[in-house]
């Protein structure tokens, strides 16, 4: 039985965040007063797997994501992966790189799609965005992912007056590479005065590229991203969750590493699923759940956009 | 009608640009191309008409500008 929300949107992507810990500290993704979970409260790899499962045999979903938090520093991975082995899925990992190539081999044997989140390729930029030191490993871990014929794209998420100035040898890094870039808009998950001082639109950005560049659109079937190619062949995305949202076509829904479903990323509202979990599961009447909350999916970013969302990006991995 | 070449097919052709007419459609213009420019065959290339790729045989105007593009990297 397919997944339909109340807008009769198919649901057929999950995207799972496996930790709400990092191994970076991203102004962008983080709250002062954040709080994390308690290791308890923490979903273990079993019941991850068994939730994934439900979804995949009573729903058909096609489609899993494991962000974080960071996802490779969650423990267990490995088997979890390698327990979906047998499911006909596309089972697909948004990292920062830092422990990329130590999982490079392991992630290509399985098949596993990976999108890089890479900001700057200045150390010092780096370090101003990240709080962290490791730009060089990430570059070493894309270079071994693409080496070992890992399917991976470049996350960026463009800041005014931080990493603007960058466009143009990110682009370069990504085309040397032969993989694609996509520019994320910088969603408003911290606070309002943050998000109005860095965010920069897919308007601005195509201006500029446009000043240096022929901008081709590829008419790409793709629910969330607009592809372009530049003269030279460069393939470039941009996700515009801010200035052009791709809700009315969005078929995703995300479950946070202590167990909620969350129907979308500005929805205040969120669905404990571990009640049906612990002490002991109960299939039924988690599917039944799931089925009746996800007509309360909301229509989407425009309808929510003037309330804060409840949960900031390090708890739902975008 | 404009045709721009990038990359290596502004060596291929020794140009960047050619106005061209006559043209009704893509796959009429393409022949010509070949037969202008012969080294052009059996190369791998993405056309885009008006800004946009396109992937199969369309209609063209008169004042549509038209590119030959490498190959998309990352597919």
């Known amino acids: ?318 | 009608m404009k045709v721009l070449f990038f990359g290596r097919f502004k060596d291929i052709t020794g140009t960047g640009e050619v106005e061209v007419e006559g043209f009704k459609n893509l796959s009429d213009l393409k022949a010509y191309l070949f037969e202008k420019y012969p080294k052009l065959r059996g190369e791998t290339f993405a056309i885009a008409v008006n800004f946009e790729i396109v992937h199969s045989d369309v209609e063209l105007n008169d004042n549509d500008e038209i590119a030959l593009l490498p190959p998309i990297a990352g597919g």
């Open chain 1, 1 to 318: 039985m397919d997944l339909y929300d109340g807008y009769n949107r198919k649901v057929s992507y999950l995207r799972v965040s496996l930790t709400d810990r990092c191994n970076l500290q991203c102004f962008y993704c983080r709250r002062d007063n954040l709080v994390l979970y308690e290791r308890e409260e923490i979903l273990t790899i079993e019941e991850i797997k068994f939730l994934i499962s439900v979804f995949y045999r009573n729903f058909g979903i096609n489609k899993v994501r494991f962000t974080g938090g960071e996802p490779l520093i969650r423990r267990g991975i490995e088997s979890l992966i390698e327990g979906l082995r047998d499911f006909n899925l596309s089972v697909n990992i948004t990292t920062n790189g830092i422990l990329l190539k130590e999982f490079a081999r392991f992630l290509s044997e399985n098949n596993i799609g990976v999108n890089v989140s890479l900001d700057t390729l200045i150390p010092e930029k780096f370090k101003k965005i990240s709080g962290g030191y490791d730009l060089d490993r990430i570059i070493e871990g894309i270079d071994t992912a693409l080496h070992l014929g890992i399917k991976l794209k470049i996350n960026t998420v463009l800041l005014r007056s931080v990493n603007d100035d960058e466009i143009f040898d990110l682009i370069d890094f990504a085309f040397s590479r032969g993989v694609e870039i996509r520019f994320i808009e910088f969603m408003p998950f911290v606070n309002e005065f943050i998000w109005r001082k860095y965010f920069i639109s897919e308007d601005e950005i195509r201006d500029k590229i446009e000043q240096r560049h022929k901008l081709y659109e590829i008419g790409e079937d793709s629910s969330i991203a607009r592809y372009y190619t530049l003269e030279n062949g460069a393939k470039i995305g941009f996700i515009s969750t801010v200035s052009k949202p791709f809700c009315h076509n969005c078929s995703r829904v995300r479950i946070t590493s202590d167990g909620h479903l969350v129907l979308c990323m500005f929805d205040k509202f969120s669905y404990p699923l571990k009640q049906f979990l612990r002490p002991k599961i109960k299939e039924n009447e988690l599917v039944e759940y799931i089925c009746s909350v996800v007509k309360l999916k909301p229509k989407g970013y425009i309808e929510l956009r003037e309330k804060q969302a409840s949960f900031p990006m390090i708890k739902l991995g975008g």
